[in-house]
C-alpha cells in the first residue's frame, strides 16, 4: 500500500469518526440559532414585538430541513461550477502554450 493509499484511508476514517461521533455520544434536544435566539429575546424582554413576519412557513421541521439542504446544495454546487470552469480555463490555457512552443513556467 503506497502512502497515498495510506493518506487516503486515514482521512477517510477521521471523516467516519467527525459523522459517527456525535451520532453516538452526543446526547440533548438540539434545535437552530434562530430558535435559541427567539427564546432568549421572549426570556430577556417579554414584550417584545418582531417588526416582520415570515413570507413562508414550511409545514414541518423535515420540509424546513429539505429546504436548507436544498439551498445549500444549490450554493455549492454553484461555486464547484465556477472554480471548475477556471480550472478548465487554466488548463486550457496552459495547454494552448505548450503546443504554441510559449515559454511560460507552469505555476
Known sequence: MTQRQ?????????AALLVAWPLLF??????????????????LSPNYKAWVEPVFEPASSEIE??????????????????????HERRRQQRQTSVTSGGNELES
Do not use: P, R
Request: hydrophobic fraction near 45%; charge should be negative.
Open 6 to 14: 495510506k493518506t487516503n484511508w486515514l482521512l477517510l476514517g477521521g
Open 26 to 43: 452526543v446526547k440533548g434536544d438540539f434545535e437552530g440559532a434562530d430558535a435559541q435566539a427567539g427564546e432568549l429575546v421572549k426570556e
Open 65 to 86: 430541513s429539505l429546504l436548507f439542504a436544498l439551498q445549500a446544495t444549490l450554493g455549492a454546487g454553484t461555486i464547484g461550477f465556477i472554480f471548475g470552469g477556471y
